[in-house]
């Protein structure tokens, strides 16, 4: 039986920058040693999480992201379409569940949703989780009350990303601000909603505003249930996928991408660690390294929302080749969180 170091095991919510730069700095074997360590603390090392993301809503969206083809400001060519019929979007749901897909994740490119939107979004949700899958939405900015409507109608997740560390984030969107990311998080960890939160890296920032993107969540009163870490999808069209194009120096080397998926995995010890767009370049070695250094979820298809991935043939194929399998237990924190709910409804424990 393999001894679990202590460290390993402790969940922390007052990591310093200096703490999280520390790791950065180590030598690369012994940071994935570490974060292997942790991974096997509290999940299964050969099971990933398999989840399925459509866009409900494409394109048209005020904000001005400079990664994103769906922003209005872009010049991308992505149409902008209306909200889908819940019909549809129940279709779509059911393919995926098909597929062996355990959770069931819908984008809107919206700045937040309006109220008039909201009972079609109750009911989608409503009747993905009829179908037995879990929900997970990303709509933009929550009020309070949006968030408490969400939750009512048996809403599993909501993302929403801080995107990056607080320092760089007005050179990636000017049309909101860190703050009103921090707020809607935490409405919805008011609510009783778990948190998907988590950014994209290879933006043109430091090592240092990787550091801060890090501590962001790492030090937030709870961890978010699910962190998902994206490797920039250049897209023409947009500030930063022009960025890139024109400085293709600029891209995110493979070893950086591991290293900042490792210290997330050390920092939020309990929280999946989602392996999203930008896997679709990536190699099956690259792809191994990110499992080793604990990522334990990735979207499955051909498409995130408007971005290409890496699909589900290729997907099975790379699962067959590591001995991975798709998940079967349960993730951490949501187990904790139903035990104390069972057990006592005020006792939620901190950490
Ligand atoms: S990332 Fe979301 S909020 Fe930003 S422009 Fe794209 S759809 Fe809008």
Not at 139 to 155: I, K, N, T, V, Y
Not at 273 to 299: H, K, P, Y
């Amino acid at each position: 039986m393999s001894m679990t170091p202590p460290e390993a095991a402790i969940i922390r919510t007052d990591w310093t920058r200096e703490e999280i730069a520390a790791l950065f700095d180590l030598p690369l074997t012994e940071l994935l040693f570490r974060a292997a360590q942790t991974h096997r603390a509290h999940h299964a090392a050969d099971e990933v999480q398999l989840c399925t993301l459509l866009s409900i809503k494409t394109g048209g969206c005020p904000e001005d992201c400079g990664y994103c083809s769906q922003s209005a400001h872009a010049d991308s060519g992505v149409e902008a379409t209306k909200l889908m019929d819940v019909r549809a979007v129940l279709q779509s749901a059911a393919q995926a569940k098909d597929a062996g897909s355990q959770r069931f994740c819908m984008g809107a490119a919206w700045r937040n949703p309006k109220d008039r939107d909201m009972p079609k979004i109750v009911e989608i949700v409503q009747g993905v989780r009829a179908m037995g899958m879990e929900t997970c939405m990303t709509l933009g900015m929550l009020s309070p009350e949006q968030a408490e409507q969400l939750a009512e109608a048996g809403l599993d997740y909501y993302n929403h990303n801080v995107d990056t560390g607080p320092e760089y984030y007005d050179r990636v969107i000017t049309t909101r601000n860190y703050q009103d990311r921090l707020d809607t998080l935490a409405h919805v960890r008011n609510s009783g909603i778990n948190v998907c939160s988590g950014g994209i890296v290879g933006m043109g920032e430091t090592r240092a505003d990787r550091v801060g993107f890090v501590h962001t969540l790492a030090t937030l009163e709870r961890h978010p249930e699910s962190v998902p870490v994206n490797a920039l999808v250049p897209v023409k069209g947009t500030p930063l996928g022009d960025m890139l194009a024109d400085t293709p120096m600029a891209k995110i080397d493979d070893i950086e991408f591991v290293r900042t998926v490792a210290v997330a995995r050390i920092c939020m010890p309990k929280s999946m660690v989602r392996l999203s767009a930008g896997r679709e370049s990536m190699s099956d070695a690259t792809q191994a390294l990110c499992f080793m250094a604990g990522a334990n979820s990735i979207f499955t298809g051909d498409k995130l929302l408007t971005a290409p991935n890496a699909g589900d043939d290729s997907d099975a194929a790379l699962f067959a080749r590591l001995g991975l399998k798709p998940m079967e237990s349960e993730e951490p924190m949501r187990a904790e969180k139903a035990c104390a709910g069972a057990c006592a409804p005020e006792s939620i424990p901190a950490e």
